[in-house]
């Protein structure tokens, strides 16, 4: 979970000024799910400031995750992108029926790239999903 006033002052430092829409989006962001899409989050904020425009909220999303307080999560064939407030390096389990995403910490030390497939790229991370059903879709 990323410490609200962790990313508020992301914000300040950027020269940013944390109005109330952008405060209630970090605060959504501090307390709610690991993985939201920016959908999400524009639905939770309406339900509490109606006159939020979504383009406030994917814009917030956007800046936040260009100052590293989010991760720009990837597309996980649900047609939209999630934020992952999980910044430290993790990889995930994804359900391809109900599309839960959980976060796993193991070291995948063996998926080092061997030198001929890197074609000369200084490789800097990795993220690994693996994709499946989770207990409850398997039943
Ligand atoms: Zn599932
Ligand atoms: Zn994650």
Request: charge should be negative; hydrophobic fraction near 40%; proline fraction near 4%.
């Amino acid at each position: 979970m990323p410490d609200l006033e962790v990313l508020i002052e992301l914000f300040r430092q950027s020269g940013r000024k944390i109005t109330p829409q952008r405060r209630a989006i970090l605060e959504l962001l501090a307390q709610g799910s690991v993985h939201p899409t920016a959908e999400e989050i524009y639905q939770q904020v309406t339900a509490m400031m109606p006159d939020v425009s979504r383009a406030t909220v994917y814009n917030t999303l956007h800046e936040l995750a260009a100052l590293g307080g989010v991760n720009e999560a990837f597309e996980f064939g649900e047609g939209f992108m999630r934020y992952d407030t999980n910044t430290q390096a993790h990889h995930h389990l994804f359900c391809i029926r109900c599309h839960t995403l959980v976060d796993i910490n193991h070291d995948f030390a063996e998926v080092a790239l061997p030198s001929e497939e890197a074609v000369g790229y200084q490789i800097l991370r990795h993220r690994v999903t693996f994709y499946g059903l989770c207990p409850d879709c398997q039943s």
